[in-house]
Structure formats: structure tokens, C-alpha cells
């Protein structure tokens, strides 16, 4: 959430009507999430000028750890100096700490591809926008779960219910740091992602959902009695079920 609103804040400077902007302090701490979206809050160093060149040699992007050779234009400006500048800075505080723990296994690739392209500067921000909002829509449809097994066939499904004084255990990404609360597109990714852990018995669907919509699903090592509970399904694995107090 925080690298796709990120990418659209940088697609909105590239293409401003004042012309491309460059964020010529850009850090983390210039920034807030304001509503789910990221704010900057001081463009007291943001600029609208282009360095000028005379030729190729005159448009050097140099930065700590890595350098990018950009054209002269025939205006005698270096083109889209601006927008690479925004774009490497981004890759390297946010996507470089963010990207590669923000996904479902199946969708890291899409995620490491951006994160490449983008660390070369061989993507510009409209590539990069696209390559976001491509991910996002396979996240957000369940279409990377496409070409898996059906597991849910293995958990008794209980509406109506929850458990109590269930045993929980701890997982990463967990939103939650008391236990193993993760967000699901279906309750069949659901019953993949317990199946895959062997301390998982059970997992609960809660109300909650994520600024994607996907509902947010409990994981649990133990569980014990059940209570009535209308909004709730529990779903718990057959092996688990016997001797359970139903």
C-alpha cells in the first residue's frame, strides 16, 4: 500500500502541470499516510528545473552507491532527469525495505521484477505504475491462486461459531503480534496457508478487511470449545476434529 501510493504520488510529479517535479531532499521522514495515502509534507526543496547539458557526458545521476548515464535533449535539457531522480530514491527507502515481504509467494516475482527494473532505472514511473497496479489486480482478484490444489475438502466448515481460548502461535506477516492474523483472498487460500504450517489446526474468517478488501483470517494451533457467534465461521481440519467438543 505505502510503494503503490508512493508510485502514484511520483506519477502525479512527473506529469504536474507545473512540468516534472524532483523531490530534491527525498526522505522517509518527508513523508506521512494521510487516509491509507502517502503525503508529502515539505516541498520547500522540490524543483521544476531540469539540469541543463550541452551533451550525454553533462547528464550524470549520481547517487551513493550507483551512477545512470541520461540523453540531452535537443533542448539542451537532460531528459526525464526529474523522474529518475524520484524513482531511484524511492527504490532505494521504500521498495528496497517494503517489496520483498508484501505478497503471497506466488506474486514475490512480479514484486522482485519491479524491484529490479526499477533499481536499474530501466523502468520509468508509468512502467512502474502499470507493473503496481498489475499486481494489485492480481491480488486483489485471487487470480495467483489459479493451478492449486483444493484443500478446504479437509476442514469441517461451522457457520455461526468461533472458538474460545484458542492456542495461538505467532507467523510472519502477521498483523497482529500476539498471533498468526493474515489476510486471505478466499477461504480456500485460507486453508492452504494452514495446511502449509503444521501447528495450524483451525483458522477463523473475521469481519476485518484490509485496505484491499481481502478479509483477514486467524490461525490456530489448538482449538478448543466453540461459542455461538453469528458473523463467524470456523473452519477446523478433519484430523483435528475428533475428540473435539462440537
Known amino acids: 500500500q505505502i510503494c503503490l501510493s508512493l508510485v502514484k504520488l511520483l506519477f502525479y510529479l512527473a506529469h504536474s502541470p507545473l512540468g516534472s517535479i524532483v523531490l530534491l531532499d527525498f526522505q522517509p521522514r518527508q513523508f506521512v499516510m494521510v487516509d491509507g ?3 508529502v509534507t515539505d ?3 522540490a524543483s521544476t528545473e531540469e539540469l541543463s547539458c550541452e551533451e550525454d557526458n553533462d547528464c550524470t ?3 551513493p552507491t550507483k551512477s545512470f548515464s541520461l540523453k540531452c535533449s535537443s533542448a539542451g535539457k537532460c531528459a526525464g532527469i526529474n523522474e529518475k531522480r524520484n524513482l531511484f530514491n524511492a527504490y532505494r ?3 528496497t525495505y517494503l517489496l520483498p515481504h508484501s505478497a503471497p509467494p506466488a506474486l514475490q516475482p512480479l514484486l522482485s521484477d519491479i524491484l529490479n527494473a526499477t533499481g536499474d532505472l530501466r523502468y520509468g514511473i508509468d512502467e512502474t505504475l502499470e507493473a503496481f ?5 492480481l491480488y486483489k482478484s485471487g487470480l495467483y491462486l489459479q493451478k492449486r490444489p483444493l484443500l478446504l475438502k479437509e476442514y469441517i466448515s461451522l457457520k455461526g461459531f468461533r472458538t474460545v481460548e484458542a492456542e495461538t502461535y505467532r507467523c510472519w506477516p502477521s498483523y497482529s503480534h500476539l ?3 493474515l489476510s486471505v483472498h478466499s477461504p480456500e487460500e485460507a486453508a492452504a496457508i494452514c495446511s502449509s504450517q503444521p501447528q495450524c489446526q483451525s483458522f477463523i474468517l473475521t469481519q476485518q478487511r484490509t485496505w484491499t478488501g481481502r478479509p483477514l483470517a486467524s490461525f490456530q494451533s489448538s482449538p478448543t470449545d466453540l461459542t455461538p457467534d453469528a458473523n463467524a465461521v470456523v473452519y477446523i481440519k478433519q484430523s483435528a476434529s475428533s475428540g473435539r467438543r462440537l
Do not use: A, Q, R, S
Not at 497496479?133 to 489486480?137: D, I, P, Y
Open 179 to 181: 498471533g498468526c492474523l
Open 37 to 39: 495515502n502517502l503525503k
Open 133 to 137: 497496479e498489475k499486481v494489485l489486480h
Open 61 to 63: 545521476l549520481i547517487f
Open 43 to 45: 516541498l520547500d526543496d
Open 93 to 95: 527507502y521504500f521498495f
